[in-house]
């Protein structure tokens, strides 16, 4: 009798364990909601968000530099227009790409190898000798920098409060705007008139963004 008093407040406890629904985890959204928009989110929306400000860069001048590379290498309209179309069959096959090696390693290390990758090969532009090796040089351009765009919008959306994603969505594409405004400069320097640009030089200032 005496077990069994001892064993009966405690079957009744288990029971009352048993009956509570278990304890949810805060989702990581939430925590993120409550503690708000800091300084981290600051640096790494700077940081890794730049990969616009360098698609920006490299579209707009090499748009604006084919009539000196046309008056260099004697180019037809139909190369001229391949070598621009040529950036952005680079960026869609750069973007799909993104989304599994992102889901995979994580939405940091694409955009690290995505900044790398477009100073690398657009240094690797100004060494070219024709339109085939330009052509190369310019695709996997416009591949690094498609590899690096969806893993650096989806990290600052991820780490940024739900009230200031369309905030961060929108500053990618200020970035971007700023990119082009900034190759706009460097071609004024080089000559405002656009005849007789430095493609090589400009080529190599336009991968200044991806080095900072």
């Given at each position: 009798s005496?077990?069994?008093t001892?064993?009966?407040?405690?079957?009744?406890?288990?029971?009352?364990?048993?009956?509570?629904?278990?304890?949810?985890?805060?989702?990581?959204?939430s925590v993120?909601d409550?503690?708000?928009?800091?300084?981290?989110?600051w640096?790494?929306?700077?940081?890794?968000?730049?990969v616009?400000?360098?698609?920006?860069?490299?579209?707009?001048?090499?748009?604006s530099?084919?009539?000196?590379?046309?008056?260099?290498?004697?180019?037809?309209?139909?190369q001229?227009g391949?070598?621009?179309?040529?950036?952005?069959?680079?960026?869609?096959?750069?973007?799909?790409?993104?989304?599994?090696?992102s889901d995979?390693?994580?939405?940091?290390?694409?955009?690290?190898?995505?900044?790398?990758a477009?100073?690398?090969?657009?240094?690797?532009s100004?060494?070219?000798?024709?339109?085939w090796?330009?052509?190369?040089?310019?695709?996997?351009?416009?591949?690094?920098?498609?590899f690096?765009q969806?893993a650096s919008?989806?990290?600052?959306?991820?780490?940024?409060?739900?009230?200031?994603r369309?905030?961060?969505y929108c500053f990618?594409?200020?970035?971007?705007i700023?990119g082009?405004?900034?190759?706009?400069c460097?071609?004024m320097?080089?000559?405002p008139?656009m005849?007789?640009?430095d493609?090589?030089?400009?080529?190599?200032v336009a991968?200044l963004?991806?080095?900072?």
């Open positions: 005496i077990l069994i001892v064993l009966v407040p405690f079957s009744h406890i288990a029971m009352a364990a048993l009956a509570e629904p278990p304890t949810m985890a805060p989702l990581v959204g993120i409550n503690i708000g928009m800091g300084p981290y989110q640096k790494e929306g700077m940081v890794s968000s730049c616009w400000l360098a698609d920006g860069a490299e579209l707009l001048l090499i748009g530099v084919t009539r000196a590379m046309e008056l260099e290498w004697d180019l037809t309209a139909t001229k391949g070598l621009v179309s040529i950036v952005f069959v680079g960026v869609m096959l750069g973007n799909m790409a993104s989304g599994p090696c995979r390693i994580g939405r940091r290390w694409p955009t690290i190898i995505s900044y790398a477009i100073g690398i090969f657009s240094v690797l100004t060494f070219t000798t024709g339109f090796t330009l052509s190369a040089a310019r695709f996997f351009v416009g591949a690094s920098f498609g690096g969806p919008l989806s990290y600052c959306l991820e780490i940024s409060p739900t009230s200031w369309t905030f961060v990618s594409g200020y970035l971007f700023a082009e405004a900034y190759s706009a460097i071609i320097v080089d000559d008139s005849k007789n640009l493609w090589r030089w400009l080529l190599i991968a963004p991806s080095f900072a």
